[in-house]
């Protein structure tokens, strides 16, 4: 089965007007630093804990007992997290509707002990392709959104019209809602509410053959949702329905404030098999 999902819409053609887009060699950086104390929703959820697992003291003992002279030490450590950390991309296997998931699988068929059988974020390839940024982050008068805050198809339609932006299959689509100004200032409030897209706005971006989905924010959609009935529909719209891949905790606030509606951006998921998404260093070329 297919296990890229809308990702198959980057093609060759697609990478390579991204690349001739690029004319001052200029990177911004879109990612957080991954650290102890980020911010998470699960609970239960470890999201960072970095420990030393080799010393210089130990591996120098070690090598002198070998007879060697030049006391090479060596540090490594050893990480516990969850994939779901810092700017992070949400492979396809990540959410279900009930028990179906991307392509027609069931979970009987993905879910393992050991990771998912099918659908893991080793599935994603590499993403060079053109991103276009969506600020909504004044639309409530401030610098930033309000927690809870629907950031319609109406509001995105605005705000690309806005930018003078189309988007375009292949796309990568980013919003800037103001709310990671948060991140590691107010984790509790960051992760509590959050304002995002609701399903219509989401429906309006993947009908457009959008490859990914990016926020500024912990799940790109609005928290809580409008309906009471309902929890992360959004998730389930984009990666289950349509196999279009969700970024969070996207840093967008560099290239709003330099007025960069679309670049080149770079983007590589590390292969780590079976796993249901992976933190992610996307970069902006301009």
Known sequence: GDQKGAANRLTPDRTLAALQ??????????????????????????????ANYVSPRDSIKRRRGLGHTNDAGTNIERVEMTMHVGTHIDALGHFTIGKR????????EVLTDWGLAQLG???????????VCLDVSGLDGGDHLQGGRV????????AA????????????????????????????????????????AAAWLT???????????????????????????????????????LIENLLLDEVVKAGLASF??????VKFKGATGCPVRPVAVI
Not at 235 to 242: A, K, P
Not at 264 to 269: A, G
Request: charged share 20%.
């Open 264 to 269: 080149c951006c770079v983007m590589l998921p």
């Open 101 to 108: 998931m991307y392509g027609g699988l069931t979970t009987d």
């Open 161 to 200: 019209e806005k930018a003078r932006v189309a988007i375009e299959p292949g796309d990568m689509v980013m919003i800037h809602t103001g709310w990671g100004k948060l991140f590691m200032v107010d984790n509790a409030r960051y992760v509590a509410t959050e304002p995002g897209i609701d399903v219509e």
């Open 121 to 131: 974020i080793e599935h994603c390839p590499p993403m060079i392709t053109r991103a």
């Open 151 to 158: 950031v319609s198809r109406a509001d995105l339609k605005r």
């Open 21 to 50: 887009s690029v004319r001052e060699g200029r990177i911004f950086d879109l990612s957080r630093v991954i650290q102890p104390g980020a911010p998470f929703i699960h609970p239960g959820q470890t999201p960072f804990i970095l």
């Open 207 to 245: 009908a457009q053959g959008v490859v990914a989905i990016g926020a500024d924010s912990m799940a790109v959609e609005v928290m809580p949702n409008p309906d009471k009935t309902k929890t992360m529909p959004v998730h389930q719209h984009t990666l289950v329905e349509n196999g279009v891949y």
